[in-house]
């Protein structure tokens, strides 16, 4: 049996069961929400960081708090290779992917059905050790405990091409989306947060031309698909969190943007 191996177990996040679990406990007690202030969203998608827990565990968990349901059958987590130059898009095709808190099973014969369909779709086992899907995954194991994981990791792709696909894995109601993205790197704070600022207003208002005017978000690929399936099928947008690395590091002078939202049908 193949298995998806975790890579940055140890680094990104914890490598041990316990010490996740208690990430996901202090998260949980960070905040409360209030409902009369929220726009009442059935999420379909989110859209989360990927940097180590310490800096923005608590804004993707958020995500994924608000987002948990027993009846996903099948989270498909797209992120952009940092490591490895792609053309296209690279499917895992493993049997399982290995997270501290448990195997996740893939759904093999559904991404094998994918990558037929998709001609950017290819398997590239280098890279599937790529710590922007991975550092979603004891998330999803702890909030989608019997869902199956697809994981796409892609690179130099047209994302009108990739919200093709997107708009399919949307039709089926136990799929579930997670992109995962950073904002702006390493930017002086307050040019980040005006950087950042061009994002977040691009996905509040669904304007996918705003986002080619200053946004800077290393998943602006995957970003970008699903808010056009977003305006496609008039799901709603809501952004839940940001924060930078100043938050932790109280460096001001280079900082890394992160932020959450939900995206699906008004409730």
Known sequence: ?????????????????????RYITHFNKSFSVKDENRNKIKPRAIICPHAGYIYSGFTSNLAFNLSSNKDIKRVIVFGPSHRVYIKGASIALFDTYKTPLGDLKIDLEYSKKLKEKYGFLDFNESLHKEHSTETQAPFIKNYFKEAKIIEIVYGELDFNELSKLTDELLLDKENFIVISTDLSHFYPLNEAKKLDNICLNAIASKNLELFDKGCEACGKIGVKAIIKSAIKYNFDTELLYYCTSYDKTKDDSSVVGYASALIGEKI
Request: glycine share 4%; net charge negative; aromatic share 10%.
């Open 1 to 21: 049996m193949s298995q998806r191996e975790m890579s940055v177990a140890g680094t990104f996040y914890p490598d041990s069961k316990s010490e996740i679990e």
